[in-house]
């Protein structure tokens, strides 16, 4: 018995991988089919009689397929992962500079966590003001990768979003406190 992987040519791209095109925007629910249609083929005990080498290659098809599917399934990842096979480097480790416009807009968000941090009512309208400019964001990533193919863009936009998922945590954490 031998694996069979829809494309195994396509490891070094996760969107050919799964059959999708290599976009931010992409249907998920497309994405969990591929995924559990390529995971029911490599399946190891699918393999279990198989050869040992037959085995070893559904296990690395296994693995190869769980880490394209969470790349691609979180927006971060995915978008980071587009602008690194565009050859753009977010370097997220050594580059922190953020328009002033944003940087300006994180520390009035911290204000308001640090003065309202027991108002809870003051702390859902934050929340809404935070998922909107995620929302705000991601239409950004998709308009900077999907429409302009402009990965440097992107990559800046995708430093960005990290920071607000990171308030958004502290956010929902101080919101949980009182709750």
């Known amino acids: 018995m031998s694996v069979v992987v829809v494309n195994p040519s396509a490891s070094d791209d996760y969107f050919r991988f799964f059959g999708l095109n290599q976009q931010f925007k992409i249907d998920l ?9 390529i995971q029911k083929e490599v399946h190891p005990d699918r393999h279990a009689r198989g050869s040992a080498t037959d085995q070893r290659l559904a296990m690395q098809m296994a693995t190869l397929a769980n880490t394209a599917f969470q ?30 416009v944003f940087l300006m807009k994180q520390m009035d968000w911290r204000e308001s966590l640090d003065e309202q941090e027991e108002d809870i009512a ?31 863009r992107a990559a800046e936009l995708l430093r960005g979003l990290l920071f607000i998922d990171k308030f958004r945590i502290e956010l929902d954490d101080a919101i949980s406190a009182l709750a």
């Open 29 to 37: 629910l497309t994405l969990d089919q591929a995924y559990l249609a």
């Open 71 to 100: 790349t691609l399934k979180n927006p971060i990842q995915r978008g980071l992962y587009l602008c690194q096979l565009h050859g753009v480097d977010a370097r997220l480790e050594t580059n922190t500079a953020m328009p002033a």
């Open 122 to 152: 003051a702390l859902e309208v934050l929340m809404t003001e935070v998922d909107q400019a995620k929302q705000d964001t991601l239409a950004e990533i998709t308009t900077a990768i999907d429409g302009a193919k402009n990965y440097e």
